[in-house]
């Protein structure tokens, strides 16, 4: 079973993976969400969101647009590079995003969902192309099932299914029962994607048909659940502080500068979530926007409650 980290805005850029991967990593690593106009225009800030660094290899980068044209250049200048694949969003339910007919939004216009993929896959050559999906707006699993074979017919190789509506978000309890139904009638790899929150119930998902499991949110508040699923009765410590700092001190040196704050402060309002009293240090750290204040937050609060620094994890075996 492969493990993957799931793209999010903001939070799987090269300082995430490499924190993670000092715990061991996953299979792969999705980018976070990349603009396909903003790649085309070329912004100066757009090479950090292309860095796929430090395992090329590992890492497939996920692509955001509204139409076809557009997406499809992106991808054409991404299969230039050096990189596991290329990945479409069609799962982005945020109201930014929808509103400009990206996103989840695709899922509305099979015909022209199909067709931009066909136009995507003619440009992708070098790499594999896959698709991150929900359910789109109900939950009819013949129109689901019916758009995803139209996906593998237009050249799609993998698709990742976090099986919720648009307007489910988060709520409302992931139906891996559509992961499982996708995986059974489709010829390409099926990935589940959905409150995977914790190392134990990454095991359990690892029981299935589908060919691998995305975690997201859950890695950010723990990037040492890879490696706590992956063992077997083992036993480990981490020190969550030496974890944060090395965060800060990752971002300073892969992000550039104007990243840090907004970087900082969306890791932290998961991380902090490890700790009783978690809530004050992820406001004290809010309200900075110098990383290294942050830093002094961080060892502060570890002063004060030394027995939340050392988490001694009982490693959950493999099924």
């Known amino acids: 079973m492969q493990y993957y980290l799931a793209p999010m805005a903001t939070l799987t850029h090269r300082a995430l993976r490499e924190l993670i991967l000092e715990f061991g990593g996953c299979d792969y690593f999705f980018s976070e969400m990349i603009s396909a106009r903003g790649l085309l225009n070329g912004g100066h800030l757009e090479q950090y969101y292309v860095d796929a660094g430090p395992h090329p290899d590992r890492v497939i980068y996920q692509l955001m647009g509204s139409d076809a044209d557009s997406i499809a250049a992106a991808a054409a200048m991404l299969d230039e590079r050096d990189c596991a694949g290329i990945d479409i969003n069609m799962g982005c339910a945020a109201p930014a995003i929808t509103r400009q007919g990206g996103g989840v939004s695709w899922m509305s216009d099979y015909d022209s969902a199909i067709r931009m993929v066909d136009q995507v896959r003619r440009q992708v050559t070098r790499h594999p192309l896959s698709v991150k999906l929900r359910l789109g ?94 063992a077997a009765g083992q036993q480990i410590e981490v020190d969550r502080e030496a974890v944060a700092l090395q965060f800060l001190e990752l971002l300073r040196r892969r992000q550039p500068a104007e990243f840090w704050k907004s970087r900082a402060h969306r890791f932290f309002a998961y991380y902090c979530t490890n700790f009783a009293w978690g809530h004050n240090l992820n406001t004290g750290i809010h309200r900075e926007s110098d990383t290294h204040a942050m830093g002094a937050l961080v060892r502060q609060y570890f002063r004060r409650y030394p027995q939340e620094r050392i988490l001694s994890v009982a490693l959950v075996p493999n099924p």
Do not use: Y
């Open 137 to 230: 707006f109900d939950e009819d699993p013949e129109r689901v099932m019916h758009f995803c074979r139209g996906l593998e017919q237009a050249g799609v190789e993998m698709i990742t299914m976090h099986p919720r509506t648009a307007k489910q978000k988060f709520k409302r309890t992931a139906r891996w029962s559509f992961v499982e139904l996708a995986a059974e009638h489709l010829h390409i790899p099926v990935i589940g994607n959905g409150d995977v929150t914790d190392a134990s119930r990454l095991v359990a998902r690892s029981r299935g048909p589908w060919s691998g499991v995305m975690v997201g949110r859950g890695a950010v508040q723990q990037p040492w659940i890879f490696a706590q699923a992956r």
